[in-house]
């Protein structure tokens, strides 16, 4: 292990800005026990990328091997909803031992999604356990001391009005997403236009607003897409995240999803926009009893109920996984228009590649050849391409102490190393058009696997 550790540092001396590599490391040095040095190289990874889920991953590992609560939270937290269910236990647990209250219920409520019969004793324990008392003032003798104050781990989480986002008016439009024209102009008919020209619609008996279910494999736009419609149509934008509307307490998730529709009511012509909705409306067969199966229901009630009032006020769901989604969600009058975002097309590619060079020194690149070689990127996956192309030259740079331009050859080699991450997606895909879309659901992933295989 120790010979692995000081050719993985090696390397390191000479690529230092490859976070995979540094994050490979600190896992070496983790599984050796040396959790100290771990948790310094994990931390520096994050420190490079914030966003990636595996230098985080180790950080919490390592700070929990350390038995250091308050950085586990810090690592951990970010990532909750990527993290194993023993994981998030151990990030409930340790939140409410250090004393981070919000990120503790945040994240029992979550493990309270994910596992709706579950009761942790020790997690509840810790959350009611009294804080570190404050000096007391001097009291005046005879004077009757002042009732208690509940402690800040009893209380009751925020009001449903607190809790709920507040609304933008995004200044991205359809012009700022590249290619992918013929989804456009489908995602103008089914939200654009509606909030545009409402009288026109009405007077050919088309309701003016509903809901668009966005689907396709991760990294491909769907939130950009969304805020863009937004932006396009001026509608007032919410967006809605899971920890947003889950809560631990009995019926505050129902009264957080609730308040939510009453702003966007309040606010029409608004977009109401769900990331990752299976999340809030998963199937409720696999959800048979708990919060889960009444969250599902409360959000078929704001979509289409009786006291439901939703003209102007146009509800936007992205999933990776459709197949997961409640059937009756998709039913009229709910998500009944339903959009597959692929990815991106050579178009949308080469305005990707452009977009992640912009502010890079680069020769003069063919990027429409690049982009013609990247057939199933995301849209995520070309900006790791242009990060490890950029790596290479700056590897360069520091070995010879000369700055020099990204070429074409450098990411034309990262090609090797970067592949798309949407196949796995796409092969899930396959066998959902192949076994289960009688209902034509899928038609659109068929056409887009057909065109793969015809070279289109």
């Not at 896992?27 to 595996?54: M, P, S, W």
């Not at 736009?221 to 937004?230: C, Q, V």
């Not at 078929?300 to 102007?312: C, R």
């Not at 197949?323 to 009229?332: C, I």
Request: charged fraction near 25%; glycine fraction near 8%; proline fraction near 7%.
């Amino acid at each position: 292990m120790t010979t692995a550790v000081l050719a993985l540092r090696e390397a390191l001396a000479h690529s230092p800005g490859n976070v995979p590599l540094r994050v490979h490391l600190a896992r070496t040095l983790l599984e050796a026990g040396r959790a100290d040095e771990a948790a310094i190289e994990a931390r520096a990874a994050v420190a490079q990328d914030g966003d990636r889920a595996d230098a985080r991953e180790v950080l919490g590992a390592a700070a929990a091997a350390l038995g250091d609560d308050a950085a586990l939270v810090e690592a951990w937290f970010p990532i909750r909803t990527q993290l194993a269910t023993d994981d998030v236990r151990t990030l409930a647990l340790a939140a409410a031992r250090s004393g981070r209250l919000t990120e503790a219920r945040d994240t029992y409520a979550l493990l309270n999604a994910s596992e709706p019969t579950v009761h942790d004793l020790e997690i509840d324990r810790a959350l009611r356990a009294p804080g570190p008392e404050a000096p007391s003032a001097p009291v005046a003798r005879g004077t009757p001391p002042a009732p208690a104050a509940p402690p800040a781990e009893a209380r009751r989480p925020a009001s449903a009005e607190e809790a709920r986002p507040p609304s933008t008016r995004p200044s991205i439009t359809f012009a700022d997403v590249g290619g992918l024209e013929v989804l456009k102009e489908r995602l103008r008919m089914d939200i654009v236009y509606p909030l545009q020209r409402p009288d026109l619609f009405r007077a050919y008996g088309k309701k003016i607003g509903g809901g668009v279910l966005l689907y396709g494999p991760p990294g491909c736009g769907k939130t950009h897409l969304a805020r863009a419609a937004a932006g396009e149509c001026g509608a007032n934008f919410f967006v809605v995240e899971i920890q947003a509307v889950l809560d631990m307490w009995l019926g505050e998730s129902e009264k957080r999803l609730h308040a939510i529709f009453e702003a966007a009511r309040a606010a029409a012509p608004s977009i109401v926009f769900f990331d990752e909705i299976e999340a809030i409306g998963g199937a409720r067969h696999q959800v048979r009893h708990g919060p889960g199966r009444r969250l599902v229901n409360q959000l078929l009630a704001e979509l289409d109920g009786a006291g439901a009032s939703n003209e102007a006020v146009l509800v936007i769901g992205a999933t990776n996984a459709p197949w997961d989604v409640d059937p009756a969600l998709r039913r009229p009058g709910r998500f009944d228009r339903v959009v597959f975002v692929p990815p991106p097309d050579a178009a949308a590619r080469e305005n990707v590649l452009r977009l992640a060079l912009r502010e890079r020194p680069t020769e003069t690149l063919d990027l429409a050849s690049i982009a013609r070689r990247c057939s199933r990127y995301s849209g995520a996956d070309l900006h790791h391409l242009v990060e490890v192309a950029s790596e290479r030259a700056l590897t360069e740079a520091l070995r010879t102490g000369k700055m020099r331009p990204i070429t074409q050859s450098d990411v034309l080699a990262s090609l090797d190393r970067v592949r798309p991450t949407t196949a796995e997606w796409l092969e899930a895909a396959r066998r959902y058009v192949a076994y289960a879309n009688q209902s034509g659901l899928y038609d659109d992933v068929a056409t887009y696997l057909r065109g793969l295989e015809t070279g289109g």
